[in-house]
Nanobody, 115 residues
Framework: QVQLVESGGGLVQPGGSLRLSCAAS????????MGWYRQAPGNQRELVAT???????NYAESVKGRFTISRDNAKNTVYLQMNSLIPEDTAMYYC?????????WGQGTQVTVSS
């Protein structure tokens, strides 16, 4: 049974940092494109960042230069380092695993940026 478990969310002041983690119980994790998405209340879920099996990365324009996605295939884990956080980053953050035959989602971790 595939599971994606996110952690690392919380309340942070503007300008602060958080590091999200997503631990995946997926066979052949290394072949999956892993991604982070977010959804704020009243908004659609949107792409934040993705990283392919070849470690090619893609970012939403709104987070470029502030967020960094990375993966550790030995630990079946993907990370999202978030710096210079702003209130507009407040959302539920979801981990995604996009594979050759299926894709999977985690339950999400809440990030709130507020003073």
């Amino acid at each position: 049974q595939v599971q994606l478990v996110e952690s690392g969310g919380g309340l942070v002041q503007p300008g602060g940092s958080l590091r999200l983690s997503c631990a995946a119980s997926i066979r052949f994790f290394s072949i999956y494109t892993m991604g982070w998405y977010r959804q704020a209340p009243g908004n659609q879920r949107e792409l934040v960042a993705t990283i392919t099996n070849m470690r090619s990365t893609n970012y939403a324009e709104s987070v470029k230069g502030r967020f960094t996605i990375s993966r550790d295939n030995a630990k079946n884990t993907v990370y999202l380092q978030m710096n210079s956080l702003i209130p507009e980053d407040t959302a539920m953050y979801y981990c995604n695993a996009d594979g050759p035959t299926a894709d999977y989602w985690g339950q999400g971790t809440q990030v709130t940026v507020s003073s």
